[in-house]
C-alpha cells in the first residue's frame, strides 16, 4: 500500500513535540513549553487534510460520497485503543490508584472533553474530541452543501481567531482550534493550485514557512526579554503555538515535506525510525497521558515512564490497531462502474499518484 510521503515523519514531530512538553513540565519541573500544544496543531492541519483529501477522492471517484463507510471507517480506527485506555483507567480506579468524578467519566465517554477539562489522566482528550466533533459535521458539510463547504471552511478560519482575539475561552477548546482543521480542509480542496505555486517558487522562499513558524514560537520569549506589551489574545489570536499565521505556515511545510524530496528535511521525515514513531503516533498520544500522572509513582518518573509508555504504544498498536485496519479498509466506497481509473492526489516527485483508497488516515 502507498502512503504520502512524509506524513508519519510530520505525526512523529507532533507526537515528540507532546512528549518533550510533557517531560518538562511533568518530570523537570519547568514551565508547560508551547512544544505540546504546537505538536497538537499539526495533528490537527494533517487531519483535516487527509480527511478531505480522502472525501474529494471519493466524490470525484464516484461521484458521491458515503457517510456510512466514513463513519464505520472513522469508528473502528479511533474507538478500540480510546476505550481500551478508559477501561485500563476504570480498573486503576477500582484499585484506588486513579480517582475520576462522574463529570471526567461523561465528558470522556461522550467526546466532550474540550467542555469539560478535569482529572490530568483524561486531561488529553480535549484533542480527541474536537476531531470527533470535525468527524461528525464535516463529512455532512461536505455531503450536502456543495459549493458552499469552501465557504463554510473559510467561515470557520475566519471566526475562530476572532474568538481567540475577542473573550477568554481557553486554548483546549473547540472554538479556539477548529481553525487548524479547517486549514487542512481547505488545503486539500485547493492542493493541486497550492502545489503548482509551490513548485514555481524558489527554494529560499521554501524556507520562509520554517522560519515564520518558528519566529510565531519564540515571539512569547521576544516579548519578555524586551519588555514589549503586546495584548495576550492578539498573540494567541494569530502567532504561538495556535494562531492562524503558525496554523497557514504549518499547512504549507506539511505541502513542502511531502512534494519536494531532495533535501534534508524529507530524508529525515521519512527515516524508517521517524517513520515508526509516526505510526505509533496514536497510541503514544492516548498512553503516555498515564505514565505521566503522580498517580503512578515510580512508573511515572523519567526516564522509566519513556520506556513504558513505548513499550505499551507498541502493544496497543500491534495488539489493537493494526489488526483493526484490514477491516476498516473494507468500507471503503467502490469504485462506480463509469470511472475506468481512480482519481488521484497530486503527484508528488519521484512517485507515482496515489489512489484515494491507498490513502492511510490517522487522526
Not at 512544544?35 to 470525484?60: D, H, M, P, R, W
Not at 481557553?170 to 480542496?189: S, Y
Not at 521519512?270 to 497521558?289: A, T
Request: charged share 15%.
Amino acid at each position: 500500500m502507498k502512503k504520502i510521503p512524509s506524513l508519519n515523519g510530520l505525526r512523529a514531530l507532533s507526537i515528540l513535540c507532546v512528549l518533550t512538553s510533557h517531560v518538562l513540565s511533568r518530570n523537570l519541573g519547568l514551565d508547560k513549553a508551547p512544544a505540546g500544544q504546537l505538536g497538537v496543531t499539526i495533528f490537527f492541519v494533517i487531519s483535516g487534510f487527509l480527511i478531505t483529501l480522502l472525501l474529494v477522492n471519493e466524490e470525484k471517484n464516484n461521484g458521491r460520497i458515503s457517510l456510512r463507510n466514513f463513519y464505520i471507517r472513522r469508528v473502528i480506527r479511533i474507538f478500540p485503543v480510546y476505550y481500551l485506555y478508559l477501561g485500563v483507567c476504570g480498573i486503576l480506579a477500582i484499585m484506588h490508584v486513579f480517582s475520576f468524578s462522574l463529570l471526567s467519566w461523561i465528558s470522556s465517554l461522550t467526546y466532550s472533553k474540550y467542555f469539560f477539562t478535569t482529572e490530568w489522566e483524561t486531561a488529553h482528550f480535549w484533542s480527541l474530541s474536537i476531531e470527533e466533533y470535525f468527524y461528525l459535521a464535516w463529512p455532512l458539510v461536505f455531503k450536502y452543501l456543495g459549493r458552499y463547504r469552501k465557504l463554510f471552511a473559510m467561515l470557520i478560519i475566519v471566526a475562530v481567531p476572532l474568538v481567540r482575539l475577542t473573550t477568554d475561552i481557553v486554548p483546549l477548546h473547540l472554538f479556539t482550534r477548529a481553525d487548524g482543521i479547517m486549514w487542512g480542509c481547505l488545503l486539500a480542496i485547493y492542493y493541486e493550485p497550492v502545489t503548482q505555486f509551490l513548485n514555481k517558487q524558489k527554494k529560499l522562499y521554501l524556507t520562509l514557512p520554517f522560519i515564520i513558524i518558528m519566529g510565531c514560537i519564540g515571539l512569547k520569549t521576544v516579548l519578555n526579554i524586551f519588555h514589549w506589551e503586546i495584548p495576550e489574545h492578539f498573540i494567541e489570536a494569530f502567532f504561538g503555538s495556535f494562531g492562524t499565521i503558525t496554523i497557514v505556515s504549518i499547512a504549507f511545510i506539511m505541502v513542502i515535506s511531502i512534494n519536494f524530496e531532495n533535501n534534508a528535511w524529507f530524508t529525515i521525515l521519512n527515516l524508517p525510525f521517524i517513520n515508526y514513531l509516526g505510526v505509533l503516533s496514536y497510541s503514544l498520544y492516548i498512553w503516555q497521558q498515564m505514565f505521566f500522572s503522580t498517580h503512578l509513582g515510580w512508573f511515572s518518573g523519567f526516564p522509566q515512564n519513556l520506556a513504558l509508555i513505548f513499550i505499551v504504544a507498541n502493544i496497543s498498536y500491534y495488539g489493537v490497531e493494526k489488526p483493526l485496519l484490514k477491516l476498516k479498509d473494507k468500507f471503503h466506497t467502490k469504485r462506480s462502474g463509469g470511472s475506468k481509473r481512480l482519481a488521484s492526489v497530486a503527484p508528488f516527485p519521484g512517485s507515482t499518484r496515489i489512489p484515494a483508497t491507498q490513502i492511510e488516515t490517522q487522526p
